[in-house]
């Protein structure tokens, strides 16, 4: 079994006396009412902020990428290494593909968000709701 051991035998808890008579319970050495002044508060405020960013790290993931997706209308859309039809051939993508796409647009060409990924802008179309 396991005894109970007094606030004022542990390293990090003491007590201490308000001055009215009363019993403070003191943590690292900071009373109820100096946890919310100065530095400590900063502390608190800092910790809560942090919590905040983390349950929200997901969202801001969505903000970083242009919003821009295109779904391919030609039977199969050749995706080449730069803009222009001499450009090396890098893929295929079959009709009904939806990829993720830039903002960029540079002689009928529009940049996919993969690196140097370029597709005939006729070829294909927004999705519903996109941001090209």
């Known amino acids: 079994m396991v005894e109970p051991v007094a606030a ?3 390293p990090w808890s003491a007590a201490a006396s308000d001055g009215r008579g009363t ?3 003191k943590v690292f ?3 109820r009412k100096s946890l919310l002044r100065g530095w400590p508060l900063v502390g608190l405020i800092g910790v809560g902020l942090t919590a905040v960013a983390l349950a929200y790290g997901g969202v801001t993931g969505d903000l970083e990428t242009t919003g821009c997706r295109v779904v391919v209308q030609g039977e199969q859309v050749t995706v ?3 803009p222009g039809n001499s450009a090396a051939p890098v893929r295929t993508l079959p ?3 939806e990829v993720a796409a830039e903002t960029i647009v540079d002689g ?3 940049k996919l968000t993969e690196q140097n990924q370029w597709v005939p802008v006729d070829s294909v179309a927004a999705t519903p709701g996109s941001r090209c």
Do not use: C, E, P
């Open 8 to 10: 004022d035998r542990l």
């Open 23 to 25: 019993t403070v319970a």
């Open 29 to 31: 050495g900071l009373t």
């Open 80 to 82: 080449r290494a730069a």
């Open 95 to 97: 009709v009904g593909t």
């Open 108 to 110: 009928g060409f529009r």
